[in-house]
Nanobody, 123 residues
Framework: QVQLVESGGGLVQAGGSLRLSCVAS????????MGWYRQAPGKQRELVAS???????NYADSVKGRFTISRDNAKNTVYLQMNSLKPENTTVYYC?????????????????WGQGTQVTVSS
């Protein structure tokens, strides 16, 4: 019943910007840490950026100074502002969230993934 819905991916020229959004919806009590991951073909999924509920952030070294992660707790939404995009940023980006579901009698934290959204940066 819980789902993460992403938007904002697409095609952009090198040096351009994109803003990814991810909304968590369903039987949710509280959304804890949220993050964005990338996975290139034949590679492991790896963290791009994460953000806690109190907005403590963590970034991969390759995106520091160019990408900014933020969230709106009232909307259960996480954003990834991607500036100065490079062709090497071309890959599939996945939204991730640790959240407490309200559908159980005893609340438990679960981890969820979005469907993935393609970002393509042309040179």
């Amino acid at each position: 019943q819980v789902q993460l819905v992403e938007s904002g991916g697409g095609l952009v020229q090198a040096g351009g910007s994109l803003r990814l959004s991810c909304v968590a919806s369903g039987s949710i009590f509280r959304v804890n840490t949220m993050g964005w991951y990338r996975q290139a073909p034949g590679k492991q999924r790896e963290l791009v950026a994460s953000i806690t509920r109190i907005s403590s952030t963590n970034y991969a070294d390759s995106v520091k100074g160019r990408f900014t992660i933020s969230r709106d707790n009232a909307k259960n939404t996480v954003y990834l502002q991607m500036n100065s995009l490079k062709p090497e940023n071309t890959t599939v980006y996945y939204c991730n969230a640790d959240l407490v579901s309200s559908s159980s009698y005893v609340y438990k934290e679960y981890n969820y993934w979005g469907q993935g959204t393609q970002v393509t940066v042309s040179s």
